[in-house]
C-alpha cells in the first residue's frame, strides 16, 4: 500500500513539474528579489561616470539617415523639454541602463512615452488602444519602459501647467494602475492575458465628469473617420489624369533621388509581399501602385527614409501605406542585439508580441544597399490624442489607462507573477517612480537646454516646422 501511495505521489510531483512553477511560487519569487534590488532604489537618479554629451549621442545616431532632413528634427526637439525627449531615445536609453533592474526582461516598446499611445482599428474594424510605435522594440527589462513613461508624464504634466505635486500624482496613478493590472494578469490564464485588449471605448466607460465623456466621445467619432476613403481625397489630388499624392514640403513631397520613386518602391513592395501570409496576398494583389511620395513623421523618426504609398484596387478603391526605415534599435547596446537581422522584422515581430491586434499587412523587406523597412496601412482609424489640451482630470484619466495598456503589454512576454510578486500590494515603487521621474524630468531640462545652446552656437543646424502643414 506504501508502495502505491509513493508511485502516486511520485506522478503528481512529475506532474507538477511539468506545469513549471505556480503563480504564487513565481510571485514569491518576485518578491525575494527585493533582498537584491528594493523596491526604493529605483527613486534614485544622479548622472552616472562616463556619461557621454546627449548632442554627441544624438550626432551619433544621425549617422545613415538624410542630412537634409535632420535640422526637423532639430527643429521639433527644441520646442520644449518633453519634445526633446521625445527625440532622445538614445540618451535615455544609457542613462537606463546604469539604472537598478530586477533582470525580469519583457519585449520592451523601447520608447514608451505619454505620445506613443493610441487608438487604431483591429482587422475586425474595432477601435482599440495600444501602444503605437515600436521602432526601438527589443527584448530588455521591463523596468526601462515604465521608467521611460512615467518621466514623460513629468514633463507633458509640466506643459500642461501642472506643479510638482500634481506631476508626481500623475506618475503614482499610472504606477498603481501598472502594477494593479499586472496582479491581475499574473492570474489570469495565458490565453486569456493573450487575447485580452481595450477598446477605445474604455475613455468614455471611465470619464470621471460629462465634459469629459463628450470628448473622448468626439475623440473616438473623429477616429472612425480616419480611414482610406476618407482620408483620400484630403491628401490626394488628380494632375493629368492620374491620382498623385498632393505634396505639403518639407514634410510632404516627391524627391527626385531613386530610393522613392515608384519603380524602385514596387521592388521594395515585392519583396515585403513575400513576408506576408498567403491568404492576405491574395486581398493584397488586388492592388496595385499608383503614387508614392516622401514623408516625414514624428520626432525621433525625422531623417529615417519614410514614405506613403497610393495603391488602387479602382476607381474609389484607394489604400494608403507607409513605409518606413528600421534602424537597429537604441536598446541593443545595453541589452543585447536582435535575433533579427532585418530591423524591420525586428519591429513587426514585436508589435505583433506587444499589441492585442495588428495590422494585418505588417511585413517587412531590405533594399539592394542592405537597409531595413517595413510596412503597414497608414493612418487607418489613428486615434490622435491631443496631450497639450487635456483638462487635469482628463489627463490623469489618460495617464491611468497608460499604466493598464503597459501592463497587458508587458505581461504579453514576460512573466506576470514575478514582476507583480516583485511591485506588491502598496505603493512603495510607485513613490519611488515618481521621485525618479522627477528627477530625470530635471535632467531633460538640462540636456535640452543643452540642444538649444547648441543651436544658437550653429554646433546644431535646425528648422521650424508646424504640424499643420502635414495632411
Known sequence: MSTQRGKKR??????????????????????????????????????????????????????????????????????????????????????????????????????????????????????????NDFDETLQAPWEWDVKRLAASIVLASRELGLGNGRCGDAVITMSRSYREHMREYAEMRALEVWYSHMDAEVFIDEARSAASKKRWERVEKKARLQTAEHIFPKIVDVVKGRPRIVDHPPLVYHPRESDVTEKYVIEKFRKYRETLPAERRVILDRYHMVDVARKVVGVGSVGTRCAVALLMAGEHDPML???????????????????????????????????????????????????????????????????????????????????????????????????????????????????????????????????????????????????????
Open 10 to 131: 511520485g506522478t503528481r510531483r512529475k506532474g507538477a513539474d511539468l506545469l513549471g512553477p505556480s503563480v504564487q511560487t513565481r510571485m514569491s519569487e518576485g518578491k525575494a528579489l527585493r533582498e537584491k534590488v528594493s523596491r526604493r532604489s529605483h527613486g534614485k537618479w544622479a548622472i552616472a561616470s562616463g556619461r557621454p554629451d546627449p548632442i554627441k549621442v544624438l550626432q551619433e545616431s544621425d549617422r545613415g539617415r538624410l542630412a537634409e532632413l535632420l535640422p526637423i528634427r532639430y527643429g521639433r526637439m527644441q520646442q520644449s523639454p518633453f519634445a526633446f525627449f521625445r527625440g532622445s531615445a538614445a540618451v535615455m536609453a544609457w542613462d537606463l541602463s546604469k539604472t537598478p533592474a530586477t533582470g525580469i526582461r519583457v519585449q520592451a516598446c523601447g520608447d514608451c512615452h505619454a505620445a506613443n499611445f493610441g487608438g487604431f482599428a483591429s482587422p475586425e474594424r474595432r477601435l482599440l488602444f495600444d501602444i
Open 321 to 471: 501605406m507607409q513605409i518606413k526605415e528600421a534602424l537597429p534599435s537604441v536598446l541593443e547596446p545595453y541589452a543585447g542585439k536582435s535575433r533579427y537581422a532585418n530591423h524591420g522584422e525586428r519591429v513587426v515581430t514585436g508589435q505583433r508580441m506587444l499589441q492585442s491586434a495588428s495590422d494585418v499587412f505588417l511585413g517587412w523587406t531590405r533594399d539592394e544597399e542592405g537597409r531595413s523597412y517595413y510596412f503597414r496601412q497608414l493612418r487607418d482609424m489613428k486615434m490622435k490624442i491631443d496631450l497639450e489640451n487635456m483638462t487635469k482630470s482628463e489627463w490623469l484619466e489618460y495617464v491611468e489607462i497608460c499604466g493598464w495598456t503597459l501592463a497587458r503589454a508587458h505581461a504579453r512576454t514576460g512573466d506576470a507573477a514575478k514582476i507583480s510578486g516583485y511591485l506588491g500590494k502598496n505603493e512603495v515603487f510607485d513613490l519611488a517612480l515618481a521621485k525618479f521621474a522627477t528627477a530625470y524630468a530635471d535632467q531633460t531640462d538640462r540636456d535640452h537646454a543643452t540642444l538649444v545652446k547648441a543651436i544658437r552656437a550653429g554646433r546644431v543646424k535646425a528648422k521650424a516646422t508646424t504640424a499643420s502643414t502635414q495632411p
